[in-house]
């Protein structure tokens, strides 16, 4: 009987996963990858990140979605990569509602609007989003070309995920 072939190399055993992060953990991350940052108003982005989230749980949301809401913009604004969320402790519907939400250079609002009704929770996040940046009191600090632009992309968005 031939001798038996050595046994390769077992892969290191990265032992068991972490414990998710919390909703406190999730909110300090996003602060910290978008610290510095501004939304049109010139506001810290950590003021529009806080909203949607309490827009979430306004809305009944849980703290998957809740999580997804404090990270909605940072893989699309370059705050984390998406390698970061594909590795972080956080659940895979959270990661997929992160990424429903993430626009792509490109895309049609129709298929982002698709994707988004087709990834369970994300509606109610994006809805929280909407709400907040179409909030008359945020978009009256813009001048009237911006506002005027961005109320008919809100109300086109709105629309495609079959809101009032």
């Given at each position: 009987?031939?001798?038996?072939?050595?046994?390769?190399?077992?892969?290191?055993?990265?032992?068991?996963?972490?414990?998710?992060?919390?909703?406190?953990?999730?909110?300090?991350?996003?602060?910290?990858?978008?610290?510095?940052?501004?939304?049109?108003?010139?506001?810290?982005?950590?003021?529009?990140?806080?909203?949607?989230?309490?827009?979430?749980?306004?809305?009944?949301?849980?703290?998957?979605?809740?999580a997804a809401a404090w990270l909605h913009d940072a893989v699309e604004d370059d705050a984390l990569t998406e390698g970061w969320l594909d590795e972080a402790p956080?659940?895979?519907?959270?990661?997929?509602?992160?990424?429903?939400?993430?626009?792509?250079?490109?895309?049609?609002?129709?298929?982002?609007?698709?994707?988004?009704?087709?990834?369970?929770?994300?509606?109610?996040?994006?809805?929280?989003?909407?709400?907040?940046?179409?909030?008359?009191?945020?978009?009256?600090?813009?001048?009237?070309?911006?506002?005027?632009?961005?109320?008919?992309?809100?109300?086109?968005?709105?629309?495609?995920?079959?809101?009032?």
């Amino acid at each position: 009987m031939p001798p038996m072939p050595p046994m390769p190399p077992m892969p290191h055993d990265p032992g068991p996963p972490a414990p998710p992060l919390s909703l406190a953990e999730v909110e300090a991350t996003a602060r910290a990858a978008h610290a510095g940052q501004t939304d049109k108003a010139g506001r810290p982005y950590a003021e529009h990140l806080r909203a949607v989230a309490e827009g979430v749980r306004r809305r009944g949301g849980d703290e998957e979605q809740i999580a997804a809401a404090w990270l909605h913009d940072a893989v699309e604004d370059d705050a984390l990569t998406e390698g970061w969320l594909d590795e972080a402790p956080l659940s895979r519907r959270t990661k997929d509602i992160v990424l429903a939400l993430t626009k792509r250079a490109g895309e049609p609002p129709e298929a982002y609007a698709a994707r988004i009704l087709a990834t369970p929770g994300a509606r109610l996040v994006k809805e929280a989003d909407l709400a907040h940046n179409a909030d008359p009191a945020r978009l009256a600090v813009l001048d009237a070309a911006t506002r005027t632009r961005l109320t008919e992309k809100y109300k086109r968005m709105r629309a495609l995920l079959g809101q009032r």
